[in-house]
């Protein structure tokens, strides 16, 4: 209900941002900003046509320079959006295998140059791995949900996945925690009612800070972060 009042809301438009979508896709050549202006613009319209209200606290909290990874916990599909429409600095997605070719996102990704990892396979893993190290020692922004999959209990946090800080190590690069409240609700509750939900960028930990720790010790504390956010924020 909430997708169908979005394509509603923006039914003169909607057309045109697809077609303009999928051009930027066909012709990504390696610079993902005119990738993120266009996702940001359509996700933009998306919240405000799906009756969503989006809070967003912390983004002085984001590091000066690029070459970071923001490490949120995941709800759904409407996550995505949520950064797309609220993050001043462009980056890329690292998305589960089974969601590369769902519609729109899948545009989103290949104009964005996002990757997609099959966590079956260990070889293909390590490979994205070491890519998106590598971009981001070149100064890349890069996305991706430590849970592995989405949480189906709400905002409660599911154990992350010590894998998806190898990267990151690998990069030494700044780790953004991210806590997002509510995300669930547009896409899994049947209703076009007034929503709110929350996106808090979390101050992030420098290499400095973890350089010694073990990767099941980052996810811990990551996601220590994140639990603590969300009993903060959730119900003010």
């Not at 050549?29 to 209200?53: C, E, L, Q, V």
Request: hydrophobic share 40%; glycine share 6%; proline share 5%.
């Amino acid at each position: 209900m909430r997708i169908a009042l979005m394509v509603l809301m923006n039914f003169l438009l909607a057309p045109f941002m697809f077609i303009r979508l999928c051009w930027v896709a066909k012709h990504y050549n390696g610079d993902y900003n005119p990738g993120f202006k266009i996702s940001k613009f359509i996700a933009k319209r998306a919240i405000w046509g799906g009756n969503i209200k989006l809070e967003v606290h912390g983004v002085e909290n984001l590091p000066e320079k690029d070459g970071f990874m923001f490490y949120p916990n995941h709800q759904g599909l409407f996550d995505s959006l949520t950064f797309y429409s609220s993050c001043p600095r462009p980056f890329a997605a690292v998305i589960k295998k089974e969601a590369k070719n769902i519609i729109l996102l899948k545009q989103v990704l290949e104009a964005t140059g996002s990757l997609a990892m099959d966590r079956e396979d260990v070889r293909q893993s390590m490979q994205v791995i070491n890519q998106i190290a590598e971009e981001v020692k070149a100064g890349r922004n890069y996305l991706i949900f430590p849970e592995g999959h989405r949480s189906r209990e709400g905002n409660k946090v599911q154990e992350f996945k010590p894998g998806s800080f190898k990267a990151a190590q690998k990069a030494k690069c700044p780790i953004v925690p991210c806590a997002l409240i509510n995300c669930f609700i547009p896409f899994d509750v049947q209703s076009i009612r007034r929503v709110t939900v929350k996106l808090i960028y979390l101050k992030p930990m420098y290499y400095e800070e973890y350089q010694g720790m073990k990767t099941v010790e980052i996810a811990t504390e990551v996601r220590r972060r994140i639990v603590e956010a969300i009993a903060q924020y959730e119900d003010k």
